[in-house]
């Protein structure tokens, strides 16, 4: 090992061996980057549909057993989303772009309309919603 650096050195010293790199070998490199980052890019495409369903999966089954929670503790069923916050929940779990969860008279809706959420910013409707029975039904979350 030590006579292949001695002869490297002399190398270097009599200008055999060039430092640095040329323009092309960088443009290669740069290229080769970049087809990689687009690999990346294009198979990650999916992700974040798939991410919406699992946490519409979670939230209705948050949402479920803290509105059952709430019926064991008060013997009624929550009247609104306020009801269960604090005792049973810490916030009410939402994403407004894919669904919105919300009670309307002591029954647990979903509505993965975008057009209905519009109006669930402050109060939940019926409208364009239905009622939640299980998690099939955030398969049709986009």
């Not at 809706?109 to 009622?131: F, L, Q």
């Amino acid at each position: 090992m030590i006579s292949t650096y001695r002869r490297l050195k002399r190398r270097r010293e009599a200008g055999e061996i060039d430092d640095g790199f040329t323009l092309i070998e960088l443009l290669i490199v740069i290229v080769v980057l970049g087809i990689l980052a687009a690999v990346v890019v294009f198979s990650l495409g999916g992700i974040t549909s798939k991410s919406a369903v699992a946490a519409c999966q979670a939230d209705g089954s948050t949402l479920s057993t803290a509105s059952a929670a709430y019926n064991a503790l008060n013997g009624v069923n929550p009247t609104n989303n306020a009801a269960i916050v604090g005792t049973e929940i810490q916030a009410w779990p939402n994403n407004v772009p894919h669904y919105a969860y919300g009670i309307v008279s002591g029954v647990l809706y979903i509505d993965t309309t975008v057009t209905g959420m519009a109006a669930w910013n402050t109060t939940p409707t019926t409208t364009g919603a239905v009622i939640y029975t299980g998690p099939s039904q955030c398969s049709a979350v986009i």
